[in-house]
Structure formats: structure tokens, C-alpha cells
């Protein structure tokens, strides 16, 4: 943290600010903000840059503010990663389904090539450490294209087999958030029926749908041995949007066994 602390000093340095600048100035913003836990003091702040103090998050804003510093970069320098987000989030089972709040986004530094010269041809099975090592922890589907804010990512509870084996427990969807309309036929089999992602008053759902007046019926797959069902809509249940990719692991016969 010491390294941090360096910087900070160094950037304090670099505005020709001292201590007590530093220290009025948080106290501007701490009044602004109506908390003093936004105010450094002056020994607090020596501290910070000399002997590896962290700040806690009301000073990081106050120093992010002061020093004119992106937070995401501040940080990052006190080993904070906010683009692992979604790797150590998606590395954390939950039992329930549930929609990622957070954005995903790729990293700042990373650039979409339109034609990238060694982008792997996604028609083939290719080794997705091959992926990464071209795109980075960037999501897969940005190398389709995508207008990646449209999009937002559920996790589907690892004891939720309502769709089962379509789509397992544990898996991660991508949803597309301008495809809310629940489509009435036009698919040939379960593989390109449309499946949609839910909010209901209870949680979050994932499943076929059907409208019948004024309910929206929720649908398993039929080898889930999952019951149907039934809200009224909307006033129960909020379509989030279409989900149009899915991630899963297939290693799930022990869990399998165990539920059947």
C-alpha cells in the first residue's frame, strides 16, 4: 500500500498542493457532501502517503475529487480491479437466480478491432484460452459485434433447473434488453424457441413464456419436472428482455442425481 501512498504524494506534488491545501479542500467537500467522513485530516493524510494507511471509501472520493484522478484508477492502485468484477462475481455460486446489477464492460485500454487479424473463427470449437488471449477478459460476445450496452447478464441460481438441460444451473445469460416482446409461434423446436428472463415479485425467472389475456404463463423445459407458472401481467412480472447467449458448465451429474 506504501506504493500507493507514493503516488498519491506524487500527484499531490505534481498540483503544487500542500498538506493543508489538501486538507481544506476536503473539508470543501465534506461539507458539500453534508458528511465529515469525507474530510481528511492533515495527519490522516500524511499517513496515507507515508506509511501505507488506506483511505476509506469517503476519502478515496475526496482524493479522487481533489487530485482530479478517474476513482477506477485509484483503485486499481490499491489493488482494487473493478473490470474482475465479473470474473470473481461469476466464480461466486448462488442458489438463486438472479440479474447481474452491475455493467459489464470491457476494459479501458481494450480496442475492438473491426477485423482483427487473429481473431479466432467462432463457426469452429476453438480453446477459449485462445479467446482470451486475443480479446482479454472481454465478454465473448463482443466479438460478434455487439452493442454490448444493450445487454445485460443474469445468473441463473445453481439450484434452478427450471430449464434444464436447455439451459443448466449456474449458467450465465446474456440478455437483450430491446427484445421484450413475447413472441407468440414462428419456432420449430425448443432450440429456437425464444426464452426470456423475468422479474417477478419473488426474484428473478428464465423460461419459455405464453400470454393468455391478461396472464403470462412461465414455461420449463418439460425434462425440468418443473411446474408452470402463472402471473398476471404486468402487474406480477416484468420482462427483462430476450436471452440471446448462454455459458454453462456440463459437468453436472453428481447435482443431477441428487435432485432426481
Sequence with gaps: ?????????ERRQRLNMTYRDVVEASRKIA????NPEF????????????????????????????YRLDPDELLRWYGVNREE???DAASIATPGT?????????????????????????RRTTHLSRLLRTWGTMPLAMLKGLEWKRY??????????????????GSLVLIDEGRKRIAGGGWTGEFDRPVYFFETRS??????????GGQLIL????ASRCAARVFAYPAEIEVIGRVTGVAMRLDLSARRRARF
Aim: proline content about 11%; glycine content about 6%.
Design 1 to 9: 500500500m506504501r506504493e500507493a501512498g507514493r503516488k498519491l504524494k
Design 31 to 34: 461539507e458539500r457532501r453534508g
Design 39 to 66: 474530510s481528511i485530516p492533515l495527519s490522516r493524510l500524511a499517513d496515507i502517503e507515508n506509511k501505507g494507511v488506506v483511505p476509506s471509501i469517503y476519502r478515496l472520493y475526496t482524493l479522487s475529487a481533489v
Design 85 to 87: 468484477l465479473a470474473a
Design 98 to 122: 438472479a440479474l447481474v446489477q452491475f455493467e459489464v464492460e470491457p476494459a479501458p485500454d481494450t480496442q475492438v478491432p473491426e477485423q482483427p487479424e487473429t481473431a479466432p473463427d467462432l
Design 152 to 169: 445485460r447478464y443474469g445468473f441463473i441460481g445453481t439450484e434452478d433447473w427450471f430449464m434444464y438441460p436447455l439451459i443448466a444451473p
Design 203 to 212: 426474484g428473478y425467472a428464465c423460461g419459455w413464456a405464453t400470454l393468455a
Design 219 to 222: 414455461q420449463p423445459h418439460p
